[in-house]
């Protein structure tokens, strides 16, 4: 599938997700047979430079459905042709209604997808947000002195890192399931290491077209006066109310085996109890089966909890920035009521996606609560340069002592959001709600 812009014989602009199987249908038995023959050459083109970077990026710009009718070997249509014949709506799975000036300044967005063309979320984008949720959960559970001591440790390794320091996430979870190995073998008990997770697939393959902002605060040249600035792109997105599939499960054979070899037994039972709230001996005595259900469900539990303190930080910017009337605030609304729904057991939140990642909210939703969490905040966005845009960053240089307090406050800077809904209305993008069923182990 592919997405355009277009416009019908009335001049009014259209994006749309063109049905590519429908669209060779309906060109006959010889568009079927060039198209296929279309394809194969490209194919050919891509083998044989498969090792030219600068060849492969050139070919994928051509390997459209507008070259292709275009092609002196396709159908041989000029340009005013092919852009005739793709401005016909029965050819699209899905269109929007658009206003843009220029085209060439937006990109449409498409969601990823199987091979077989059906929207999924990768099993590793749950894992990521999961053991960024687990990481929260341990450090919300040490005491304070604890933590003070957690974060100190961390910040001195950036201190004397330079500008290549490892990244942050993998600090902590460096020093999180560190057992008395080598740090070559830390990787071999983190925790995450023994559950794993299935790709998301659809009960119903549903999309649809959103023009999607990205609202950003920018100061006006005073220093003082933020103004919204807004980035519009046309994103393809999963519908709100959709439903899909996954199986999460633990290996509790590979976690019995891990802890024999570990350095130290007594370091690892405490961080265990630290992550999931259970006896590790306790849990490798249970039944499998009952000792998987008892740390997915935990594993929701920290997912669920993480997820409403990002969700409080993304709302305290809205209502901070625009006012809690504001169609930012309420563009959360949606979210607010999943957060605050109890007649669902064992549900998490989640958000995926942009602003999602470690830095954009674990070292801070945790470490903003420490005085030492604060000071490796300032030191990551002085030596990451985070309070710059990219195509500033290119040889810029920052002090952490220069990183003001409403700087670390206002990241990240920027959140996106669906617009020109009915009303004025805006909408969150990139959160939703796994459940447990029962029935389902492990789902």
């Known amino acids: 599938m592919e997405t355009h812009f277009f416009s019908d014989d009335k001049n009014r602009q259209y994006c749309g997700v063109l049905d590519v199987e429908e669209f060779v249908k309906k060109r006959g038995p010889k568009g079927i047979e060039k198209f296929s023959k279309w394809i194969d050459r490209n194919m050919n083109d891509f083998r044989a430079n498969a090792k030219d970077n600068k060849k492969i990026s050139m070919l994928r ?9 275009r092609d002196n070997d396709g159908l041989a249509w000029d340009r005013d042709r092919a852009e005739s014949v793709l401005s016909k709506k029965e050819i699209y799975k899905v269109r929007i209604p658009v206003k843009i000036e220029n085209r060439k300044k937006h990109d449409i967005m498409p969601h990823v997808k199987l091979p077989n063309n059906r929207l999924y979320i990768p099993g590793s984008s749950i894992k990521g947000a999961m053991r960024t949720a687990l990481i929260s959960t341990m450090i919300g559970r040490m005491g304070s002195q604890r933590r003070e001591d957690f974060f100190k440790k961390i910040y001195g390794n950036v201190q004397r890192g330079g500008k290549n320091f490892d990244d942050p ?19 071999n008990y983190d925790f995450m290491r023994f559950i794993s997770f299935s790709d998301c697939l659809p009960y119903k393959d549903k999309r649809e077209l959103c023009q999607v902002a990205t609202v950003t605060l920018k100061k006006d040249r005073s220093g003082r006066k933020t103004e919204n600035k807004q980035e519009i792109n046309i994103f393809e997105v999963i519908p709100a109310q959709s439903r899909y599939l996954f199986k999460a499960s633990v290996d509790i054979d590979l976690l019995n085996a891990q802890q024999k070899k570990v350095g130290d037994k007594n370091k690892l039972a405490e961080k265990f ?25 935990e594993l929701l539990q920290s997912s669920h909890e993480h997820g409403k303190i990002v969700f409080n930080r993304d709302m305290d910017w809205s209502i901070k920035n625009f006012g809690d009337s504001s169609a930012e ?27 999602s990642g470690f830095v954009a909210d674990t070292i801070y939703g945790v470490a903003m ?21 990219i195509n500033k960053r290119k040889n810029a240089r920052e002090q952490a002592r220069n990183i003001k307090e409403s700087t670390l406050q206002g990241f990240p800077s920027s959140r996106r959001l669906i617009i020109k809904l009915p009303g004025g209305r805006m909408a969150a993008l990139g959160w939703g709600k796994l459940y447990y069923h029962d029935t389902l182990k492990g789902t």
């Open 61 to 69: 710009q051509k390997f459209t459905i507008a070259n292709f009718l």
């Open 369 to 389: 609560k420490s005085n030492y969490g604060k000071d490796l905040y300032r030191e990551v966005f002085a030596k990451k340069l985070l309070h710059l845009p």
């Open 169 to 187: 996430e993998e600090m902590f979870l460096k020093e999180l399931f560190d057992f008395g190995s080598t740090n070559k073998n830390w990787q």
């Open 329 to 355: 605030a309420r563009a959360l609304d949606l979210v607010e009521d999943v957060a605050s729904d109890k007649s669902v057991e064992h549900s998490s939140l989640i958000k995926l996606g942009y602003g």
């Open 273 to 297: 109890e630290l992550a999931f709230g259970h006896s590790l001996s306790k849990i490798l005595q249970m039944d499998k089966e009952e000792a998987e259900d008892v740390l997915v469900r």
